[in-house]
């Protein structure tokens, strides 16, 4: 059984940082290709970021620059550094992972979702 387990979420102020973490068990992931996304009150899931399993990465232009995604295969876990948080990065924060091959940039789809770690950024 596959499971997606997010953790490193918490209250941060404006200008802060943190850093998501997660881990994968079930199956090894090391092929595939493995995202963040998130979800503020009231509004649709979006996404954030995704890694290739040869570490290419692709960003949503409203993180990028600011949030960097890695993965670590022998882990089976991926990371998402954010820095310079604002007040609207405040949501539930996502991770997936999808089994087909398709392009970085397609955002859709993913097959396996984790629980989510709330992410609250105070102005």
């Known amino acids: 059984q596959v499971q997606l387990v997010e953790s490193g979420g918490g209250l941060v102020q404006a200008g802060g940082s943190l850093r998501l973490s997660c881990a994968a068990s079930?199956?090894?992931?090391?092929?595939?290709?493995m995202g963040w996304f998130r979800q503020a009150p009231g509004k649709e899931r979006e996404f954030v970021a995704a890694?290739?399993?040869?570490?290419?990465?692709y960003y949503a232009n409203s993180v990028k620059g600011r949030f960097t995604i890695s993965r670590d295969n022998a882990k089976n876990t991926v990371y998402l550094q954010m820095n310079s948080l604002k007040p609207e990065d405040t949501a539930v924060y996502y991770c997936?992972?999808?089994?087909?091959?398709?392009?970085?940039?397609?955002?859709?789809?993913?097959?396996?979702w984790g629980q989510g770690t709330q992410v609250t950024v105070s102005s």
């Open positions: 079930g199956r090894t992931f090391s092929s595939n290709d």
């Open positions: 997936a992972v999808r089994t087909g091959t398709y392009p970085l940039i397609a955002t859709r789809p993913y097959d396996y």
């Open positions: 890694i290739s399993w040869r570490s290419n990465t």
